[in-house]
C-alpha cells in the first residue's frame, strides 16, 4: 500500500536530485581536465571520446539522482513502473547519443587519416551515426513497453515504397558507398571529368561529390554522374606526377649546346622552387623539324597537380633569360613568298578596254515637280 507523501519525502527527493546535479558539475569539470590532457596526445580518439562524455557523463548524473529521488518517493507499483522505465529509455536515449557522436568521430577520424586531408567522406559518418541511433531508439521503445516488431514490419513496406519514390537519391546514395568502396576517388583528390569538371574533391557525401576548382568555387557532382563518366585522377596511383612544355630553337643552334643550357635550368628549377620535385631527373626530347625552327619537349617533376603552374612560370622566365644570355635564338614563325615576273603582260586583257577608254556613266536629272504634275494633267 501507499502512504501519503509527507514533508520529509519531498526533502530526500531533493537532496537526491540536488545530489545528482552536483555530481554532474562535477562530472562536467572532470571531463573538461579530461579533454585538457587529451589535447597533448597524437592519438584523436580519446579527444573525441571526451567529446561526448561532455554531455554524457552530466546527463547520466542527473538521471540517477532522479532515479533515486524517485525510489524515495511512496509511489505506487504502476507509477514507479512508468517512472523507471522513462528514465531508464531517456538514460538509453542519452547513451546512444553519444555511442552515436563517438562512432561518427572515429570513422571520421580514420577517413581523414587515410585521406590526409581535413575534408572527409561525410557519408560514411552519415550513414554510422544513423544506423546507431536507430538502434537506440528501438531499444529505448523495447524498455517502454512498445513492440518493435510490428514497427519493423511497417518499416520495411514504407521502405520498399519510399525506395521506389527515391530512385534516384538511393542511386547517388549506392553510387557514393561504391566509389569510396572502390578507392577510385578519395577526398583531397585532384580529377576533371571528360565534361570539362576538375578540382580538388572536398567531400562525398550521400547524395554529390563536392569539387573545388582552381577558382576556389564549388562544383557540385551527383554520384551517379560521377559513377558512369570517364575521369583523371591525378593523385593516384601517386601525387607526384610529370608535365611537359614545348620548346623550340632556331636550325642555327647546337642542339649539343641547348640540351645541356636547358637541363641546367632545369636543375635549378627543380632544386629552388617550392613544389618541384628535388631529385627529379629533368629531360629534354627533340622531336620535330618545323617551319622556322626546331622543336623539344621538356619533361619536369611537379609534387601534386596545382604546383605546375608556378613550375612553368618560374621555368618559362629562367629558360628566356639564359637562352638569351647563351645566344641561343627561340625564332617566331616565318615564311618567305617570293614573286616572278615572268608571263604576265600589262596589256589589258581581251575584251576588257582600258579604264581611260570607258566612259563615265551619265547622271540622270531629276524633272522638275511642276512638269510631272502637268504631265499628269
Keep these: 500500500m501507499t502512504r501519503d507523501l509527507v514533508l520529509h519525502d519531498w526533502l530526500i527527493a531533493g537532496i537526491a536530485l540536488a545530489a545528482g546535479g552536483l555530481a554532474g558539475l562535477l562530472l562536467r569539470a572532470l571531463v573538461r581536465w579530461l579533454a585538457k590532457h587529451a589535447l ?8 573525441i571520446i571526451v567529446d561526448a ?7 547520466a548524473a542527473v538521471i540517477a539522482g532522479a532515479a533515486v529521488a524517485a525510489s524515495t518517493l511512496p509511489l505506487g507499483p504502476r507509477v514507479s513502473g512508468w517512472v523507471n522505465q522513462s528514465l531508464t529509455a531517456l538514460l538509453i536515449l542519452v547513451a546512444t547519443v553519444g555511442a552515436a557522436r563517438v562512432v561518427a568521430g572515429l570513422v571520421q577520424s580514420v577517413a581523414q587519416a587515410r585521406t590526409g586531408v581535413a ?13 546507431v541511433l ?3 531508439l528501438l531499444v529505448a521503445l523495447e524498455t517502454v513497453g ?25 542511386a547517388n546514395l549506392f553510387a557514393g558507398v561504391h566509389i569510396l568502396a572502390s578507392k577510385t576517388v578519395q577526398p583531397g ?5 571528360t565534361s570539362g569538371e576538375e578540382g580538388y574533391v572536398v567531400d562525398i557525401n550521400w ?24 575521369m583523371t585522377n591525378f593523385t593516384q596511383p601517386e601525387q607526384q606526377l610529370s608535365i611537359m612544355v ?31 620535385v628535388p631529385d627529379h631527373e629533368g629531360a629534354v626530347r627533340f622531336h620535330t623539324f618545323a617551319d622556322s625552327r626546331i622543336n623539344f619537349t621538356v619533361i619536369l617533376g611537379v609534387g601534386e597537380f596545382s604546383d605546375q603552374y608556378r613550375i612553368k612560370h618560374e621555368f618559362i622566365k629562367r629558360l628566356h633569360s639564359r637562352f638569351r644570355a647563351e645566344g641561343i635564338s627561340i625564332p617566331a614563325p616565318t615564311r618567305t613568298v617570293a614573286l616572278h615576273q615572268e608571263g604576265l603582260r600589262s596589256e589589258p586583257f581581251a575584251g576588257v578596254p582600258p579604264l581611260s577608254s570607258v566612259s563615265p556613266v551619265p547622271q540622270q536629272r531629276e524633272a522638275p515637280v511642276t512638269a510631272l504634275a502637268e504631265g499628269v494633267r
Design 134 to 136: 536507430a538502434m537506440g
Design 53 to 59: 562524455l561532455r554531455t554524457l557523463a552530466p546527463a
Design 146 to 170: 512498445v513492440s518493435i516488431a510490428p514497427l519493423l514490419t511497417a518499416l520495411g513496406v514504407g521502405g520498399l515504397a519510399v525506395a521506389l519514390a527515391l530512385q534516384d537519391t538511393l
Design 246 to 276: 614545348q620548346v623550340g630553337v632556331g636550325y642555327e643552334s647546337d642542339l649539343e649546346h641547348v640540351e645541356r643550357v636547358t637541363l641546367e635550368v632545369v636543375d635549378g628549377v627543380m632544386a629552388d622552387i617550392n613544389g618541384a
Design 189 to 193: 583528390d585532384y580529377i576533371r571529368l
Design 40 to 47: 597533448r596526445t597524437r592519438w584523436g580518439g580519446d579527444d
Design 207 to 230: 547524395r554529390n561529390t563536392v569539387v573545388r576548382n582552381l577558382s576556389n568555387n564549388l562544383v557540385i557532382i551527383p554520384n551517379g554522374r560521377l559513377a558512369r563518366t570517364n
Design 119 to 131: 575534408g572527409s567522406a561525410t557519408i560514411f559518418v552519415n550513414i554510422t551515426r544513423v544506423l
